[in-house]
């Protein structure tokens, strides 16, 4: 009976714990064979100005190249407008997605 209540609580730890640390990741491809890794906690956004139409970015990503090597990179500040969500601005489109930046209407 005491191996059964130990069980269940180290179950129940770890679900929480696993539940807890999750945290959204956002996988982009540059369109030259490298996938960036994002996650929220890596990106922040914020308007530098009311009157501005979009939010400053800046951020790091896990870089992936076609031979399969990851490497950190830091993202430098890009400005997020509805204008630059092509394949160019990763960062922004990232920012997006993971609901750290909307069009400001």
């Known amino acids: 009976m005491k191996s059964y209540k130990i069980l269940s609580l180290s179950l129940i730890?770890?679900?929480?714990i696993g539940c807890a640390s999750r945290s959204?990741?956002?996988k982009l491809n540059d369109g030259t064979g490298n996938i960036y890794t994002f996650k929220k906690e890596w990106i922040s956004c914020w308007i530098p100005m009311p009157a501005l139409t979009g939010s400053v970015c800046k951020g790091s990503a896990i870089k992936t190249n076609i031979l399969g090597q990851s490497y950190v990179i830091e993202m430098p500040l890009k400005i997020c407008t509805p204008n630059n969500m092509d394949r160019y601005s990763l960062l922004c489109k990232a920012a997006r997605?993971?609901?750290?930046?909307e069009d400001n209407p």
Request: proline letters at 0%; glycine letters at 8%.
């Open 24 to 26: 959204r990741t956002v």
């Open 13 to 16: 730890s770890f679900l929480i």
């Open 97 to 101: 997605e993971l609901g750290l930046y």
